[in-house]
């Protein structure tokens, strides 16, 4: 994929499946988009800015799926 369409994905609400977690996985922002992976901030809600988990940061080789849940 271009990395102009990775750095879009930048600022975009998601949800996130890893290998290794069969349920779960992560819900929030991602706040930067790189060749070797991403890092999302962890957040309940969109517009949760208090109490936010440290960002995590995900190589490609562990996503199995990124939801697209808003551009916002």
Same mark, same amino acid.
């Not at 779960?24 to 208090?50: A, E, H």
């Not at 990124?66 to 916002?72: D, F, H, K, R, T």
């Given at each position: 994929?271009?990395?102009?369409?990775?750095?879009?994905?930048?600022?975009?609400?998601?949800?996130?499946?890893?290998?290794?977690? /069969?349920l779960?996985?992560?819900?929030?922002?991602?706040?930067? #988009?790189?060749?070797?992976?991403?890092?999302? *901030?962890?957040?309940?809600?969109?517009?949760?800015?208090?109490g /936010?988990?440290?960002?995590?940061?995900?190589?490609?080789?562990? #996503?199995?799926t990124?939801?697209?849940?808003? *551009?916002?």
């Open positions: 994929m271009a990395d102009t369409a990775l750095t879009e994905w930048e600022g975009c609400w998601v949800s996130v499946a890893v290998k290794g977690q /069969l779960g996985g992560y819900t929030g922002r991602i706040t930067k #988009v790189g060749n070797d992976g991403f890092i999302i *901030q962890p957040q309940d809600t969109p517009d949760q800015t208090q /936010l988990l440290p960002p995590v940061f995900l190589p490609w080789h562990i #996503v199995r990124v939801m697209l849940e808003s *551009q916002q």
